[in-house]
């Protein structure tokens, strides 16, 4: 199987070609739009050649799946109804990109931090309206929780669950993952196959 990766000089796009790069049977094949950096590029999705340079390289490379690995990109590719193209279903992409979507479609079964928008934020001390401003209509504001942070990383295809794993986040850069501990929790698995019957998964995810 041969496999293209693209964004592969992002943070996703590293990742999943290390995790294949010693897969039998698998070839990986990496394409990013810095021209500066990549041996194979295209340009960014918001290009109106974008689709063209990507079937392009499909063809020129002998390309059996493609696997979006930026935001752009998986938006895109999932309106268009390819089966080389890994990706979830339009609406479900739509979903998870809307944080406040996002909490009314898992409220039923995840606690969710509570939210505020339109919000107003001033300082705890201040005089008049010094320090005080509307937030953006583009932020949410949210309750902050503290405590130990667990996701999943799985991979469905077409909606079944292949596999998944756990993990504590141990440490965090910049909302990345960059030391985690692997565990296993029932009411976490419970809570993502839930999470799959309201929303549709094909190829891997960040749960």
Request: net charge neutral; charged share 25%.
């Amino acid at each position: 199987m041969r496999l293209l990766v693209t964004s592969c000089l992002g943070p996703a796009g590293m990742s999943v070609l290390h995790l294949l790069r010693d897969v039998a049977d698998v070839t990986c094949i990496g394409v990013d739009a810095d021209i500066t950096r990549a041996s194979l590029h295209i340009p960014k999705a918001t290009s109106p050649i974008y689709l063209d340079e990507l079937r392009a390289v499909i063809q020129s490379e002998s390309i059996d799946f493609v696997l979006p690995c930026s935001d752009e990109e998986a938006i895109l590719l999932a309106t268009i109804d390819d089966p080389k193209f890994v990706t979830h279903p339009v609406e479900t992409v739509k979903v998870c990109r809307d944080k406040l979507a996002l909490y009314h479609a898992v409220d039923r079964f995840v606690s969710v931090p509570r939210t505020l928008k339109p919000a107003f934020l001033k300082p705890h001390c201040s005089r008049g309206s010094r320090g005080a401003f509307k937030l953006p209509d583009s932020y949410l504001a949210c309750e902050y929780i503290d405590g130990d942070e667990f996701s999943v990383d799985a991979v469905f295809w077409h909606g079944r669950l292949a596999f998944g794993v756990q993990r504590r986040r141990v440490c965090i850069v910049d909302g990345i993952c960059t030391r985690g501990e692997v565990l296993w929790n029932e009411t976490l698995a419970d809570k993502v196959l839930r999470l799959s019957r309201i929303l549709t998964f094909h190829g891997p995810v960040n749960i």
